[in-house]
């Protein structure tokens, strides 16, 4: 066995070991603004319930390791103290780690993730629609655990509405833990899926990914691909230049054969089989390419 005191290790490090330790852990999808009204969405999975009756929720949006700033969520609720926390399933897993990419702080997440707003019934800041459950939270404290990067801000909620849908419920009214099908995260890239077992999400770039809002309207629209597949597609910054998509789709008949059917959701199916494989810039060329 080898054994450390917190002192002795990088806080990258340190940071690793306890997200690999301690998980799974739920994730918090908090949508919340700023005192102009601004916007974000962002997932967290320093999380959980701890209270029913006061019904209290706690997340925290640590400070960043690589250079001690502080993120837009803590900000925000400090300035607007509510927030919405969104329920994560796993058919919107990868448009949550696509919002959870570093964008300004006047850039809409519900946008760039291809999500849904849905006005909040008490608090300011606006649901996910997709969401199976959304809490509307008024913040009750901010508690910072410290001053270096790392270090925590527990933001203490009160549950002040709940919304369900009806369709994850089970015939007694409980919420059924296979039409949930919620996930929860681990150590690097790794998930849980609750029904299912484990899985990996990349995480986004370390650059801007375009976002689903910049997806060329035919592939937003699609009648096959999925939210999933739509937070794949987004999390790319370029798109393959023309020389390397033809070059891949000459290369196989039977690409060049479902290209030149013009069906466009035989394409689309085909995209999303590379998708499903995890082979983005493969999906892409079949879906650019000049037909």
């Known amino acids: 066995m080898i054994s ?19 998980a799974p852990r739920p994730i918090c ?16 999975s320093f999380f959980n319930v701890f209270s029913a009756r006061p019904p209290i929720l706690v997340f925290s ?27 994560v399933s796993y058919e919107m897993v990868q448009q949550v780690s696509l919002a959870s990419t570093e964008y300004a702080k006047d850039v809409n997440e519900f946008k760039k993730a291809g999500f849904s707003e849905l006005a909040s019934e008490i608090v300011k800041p606006p649901r996910v629609a997709q969401a199976p ?25 009160e549950v002040v509405k709940i919304h369900i849908k009806e369709e994850i419920l089970s015939e007694d009214g409980s919420i059924d833990p296979h039409k949930i099908d919620t996930v929860a995260r681990l150590g690097g890239n ?8 484990l899985f990996e999400v990349p995480k986004p770039l370390t ?33 393959p230049n023309s020389e390397e998509i033809n070059i891949f789709i000459d290369a196989s008949k039977e ?11 035989a394409i689309h199916r085909k995209a999303q089989e590379f998708l499903c494989d995890g082979k983005i ?11």
């Open 133 to 157: 459950v959304q809490l509307e939270c008024k913040v009750n404290e901010v508690i910072s655990l410290g001053k270096e990067g790392g270090a925590g801000n527990l933001v203490i909620c």
């Open 29 to 44: 999808f908090a949508s919340t603004t700023d005192a102009a009204g601004n916007v974000n969405l962002s997932p967290f």
């Open 61 to 87: 949006p640590a400070r960043r390791g690589r250079d001690n700033t502080t993120k837009h969520t803590y900000e925000n609720v400090l300035e607007v103290p509510e927030v919405v926390i969104n329920i």
């Open 190 to 197: 790794w998930y849980c899926r609750a029904k299912a077992g």
């Open 281 to 291: 810039e493969e999906a892409w060329k079949v879906l650019l390419y000049k037909r």
């Open 4 to 22: 450390f005191e917190p002192h002795e290790l990088s806080t990258g490090k340190l940071h690793g070991y306890l997200l690999g330790a301690v």
């Open 255 to 265: 690409l060049k054969k479902i290209i030149s059917s013009n069906n466009s959701e």
């Open 207 to 239: 650059t801007l990914g375009m976002g689903i809002d910049s997806l060329p309207q035919e592939i937003r629209q699609s009648k096959v691909l999925t939210g999933n597949d739509l937070g794949m597609l987004g999390n790319v910054e370029n798109f």
